[in-house]
């Protein structure tokens, strides 16, 4: 048997296993299934099962098996088109959903049709009738939240209608969680992102290499928090707490109004209608090294691999290159605008969006529109009665005018020798899933690491951010410019956000700027630092346990 095949056996091994854990937890659940009363705090308890636990699902189809017995809306409040997506009106490449007086409305999604087909109410639990506050749709899944923010998930929604169902469940583990609520309370500050091994298929690293996505999927909820700098995702796989989420940009200081998100692609804008988007996921940016494979040094001359079971097992193979990709910044839009943005994917492949912002040109209500990674933003009209607030689209770029403070958190540490049988970099090196083991576990179980004489200090140190600035003092008391860079942890139990006296463990690497390592042979501080602490390379792989006081690096 070849590898390809092995691998794929070795999947369906772990899926089946997957399937009989989750198949027990519903038979043991102790909520009756025809409970339709729900209890507080938590969800509606009459569908705590459904099949989004079991990813990936079947290929998308759009089939309409189911459609002609779901009643038909006969009322005139909903929408004529659904061309944003917005927490009452959502759309994939099959259908367009639409939230009216709490009711779920659906019909075939049929662009440039003469006539449109007819709103019909699509099924929900009755325990949900009358109670969802918001939706959001992305690839096969739908989900609604209550007033309370509970999030329910409807899978399938990328095929007939007949198999659409529900579940309450989420978080850890597998997708086997009491449920969740959304974070945050801003209208237009959340969106679901699917990415599926059928629709989008693939995505690129910070090196525009193309990877697979897993047969898990890549499913999270990223939401506007706080003053809007700070992007908390839940993720059903995770715990049910509010500790993960994408840095921002600008260092996390970017002060977001609206998101919106889509095959793991994030798209923010501010109150000025300056816009930022990122490719970003828990498995895509180094902190799940159970399934996917990372390194931090360049995988030029590696061929890339079939699929991710090739990628995960064959090491001759491209692993994906850290850091995770950066935010990119946005053209203007040349016209009046809403609040309202929207992202959505246009088939399988990376890059492959679109990116929607809600405006007027002249009189013309309607939408401007780009691909992801173009340039130029055109106008489509729609007539559609505006569903944002009209913004304030200034003319030049106003992203540095409402920047959140820094983070309160400065912190140093020595930096531990080289020499010990345990680093960061041979954890990688291995095979290790090095993602979950705290450097402080190390300590305790023996392996302490001596000195190095060298000392790392970071100032504002945000826990969520990709990569900042740094410094290492040398023995000397040479201060050497570097940059750290972080990705975070793999949990399995909650925390808090940010920093507290709890360890919180990432994973990084040291990296000495290009022009600085490339002139290093001026800079004989810097030289002895790359020979005996960096190991002749310009980027040194580590872990990371950091409190609010201290921090620890192997």
């Not at 739908?142 to 998930?153: E, F, K, Q, R």
């Not at 469940?169 to 679901?192: I, K, M, V």
């Not at 091994?197 to 525009?208: C, E, I, R, S």
């Not at 923010?268 to 399934?291: E, P």
Request: glycine share 10%; with cysteine; net charge negative.
């Amino acid at each position: 048997m070849n590898d390809t095949n092995s691998g794929v056996s070795q999947s369906r091994r772990s899926r089946l296993l997957s399937v009989g854990i989750l198949l027990s937890a519903a038979l043991l659940w102790p909520t009756p299934l025809s409970s339709a009363v729900p209890t507080e705090p938590g969800p509606a308890s009459c569908i705590p099962f459904g099949t989004a636990q079991l990813p990936p699902g079947a290929p998308s189809g759009g089939g309409r098996v189911g459609l002609a017995t779901l009643p038909t809306f006969t009322g005139s409040t909903a929408p004529t088109s659904v061309e944003i997506r917005t927490p009452t009106t959502q759309f994939n490449r099959f259908w367009d959903f639409a939230l009216v007086d709490r009711d779920l409305l659906t019909r075939p999604r049929e662009p440039g049709a003469s006539t449109a087909e007819p709103w019909r109410f699509a099924p929900i639990p009755e325990c949900l009738r009358g109670r969802l506050g918001g939706i959001s749709l992305d690839d096969d899944e739908l989900v609604a939240v209550d007033d309370s923010g509970w999030i329910y998930t409807m899978d399938n929604a990328s095929q007939d209608p007949l198999v659409w169902n529900w579940t309450s469940a989420w978080g850890a583990p597998l997708w086997s969680g009491p449920g969740r609520q959304l974070p945050g309370d801003r209208p237009n500050g959340w969106a679901l992102s699917v990415s599926s091994p059928w629709d989008n298929q693939t995505f690129t690293d910070v090196a525009g290499r193309i990877h697979f996505v897993g047969l898990a999927k890549m499913t999270m909820i990223p939401t506007l928090t706080g003053d809007g700098s700070r992007i908390t995702y839940a993720d059903p796989w995770l715990p049910n707490d509010d500790s993960y989420e994408i840095g921002g940009p600008l260092g996390g200081r970017f002060q977001a109004d609206s998101l919106s998100a889509a095959g793991s692609t994030t798209f923010v804008m501010n109150k000025y209608g300056d816009m930022c988007t990122r490719t970003f996921d828990f498995d895509s940016s180094g902190s799940d090294s159970i399934f996917f494979r990372y390194s931090w040094d360049d995988q030029s001359g590696k061929p890339s691999a079939p699929n991710l079971v090739a990628e995960t097992l064959d090491r001759s193979t491209a692993a994906i290159q850290l850091p995770a990709p950066d935010w990119v910044h946005q053209p203007k839009i040349p016209g009046e605008i809403t609040s309202a943005i929207s992202v959505h994917s246009l088939g399988p492949g990376p890059n492959r969006r679109e990116l929607r912002v809600e405006g007027l040109r002249g009189a013309e209500l309607g939408f401007w529109h780009k691909d992801l990674v173009g340039d130029d933003w055109e106008f489509t009209p729609t007539g559609a009665p505006l569903l944002g607030v009209p913004i304030e689209n200034a003319p030049r770029d106003r992203s540095t005018d409402t920047l959140a403070p820094a983070a309160p958190w400065h912190l140093s540490t020595t930096l531990p020798a080289r020499d010990g049988a345990i680093d960061g970099q041979a954890l990688i090196d291995i095979g290790f899933p090095y993602s979950v083991v705290d450097p402080r576990l190390l300590d305790a179980i023996g392996q302490h690491a001596q000195p190095s004489g060298y000392r790392l200090d970071v100032d504002h140190f945000d826990p969520v951010a990709t990569t900042r600035t740094a410094t290492v003092t040398a023995p000397d008391g040479t201060v050497l410019p570097v940059l750290l860079h972080t990705a975070d942890g793999l949990r399995m139990t909650p925390r808090t956000s940010g920093l507290d006296a709890d360890p919180r463990h990432l994973v990084g690497a040291v990296e000495i700027p290009s022009d600085a390592y490339a002139d290093r042979a001026s800079n004989p501080p810097l030289d002895a630092f790359v020979q005996d602490w960096m190991r002749g390379n310009h980027i040194a792989a580590i872990t990371l346990s950091a409190t609010d006081h201290d921090l620890v690096i192997r």
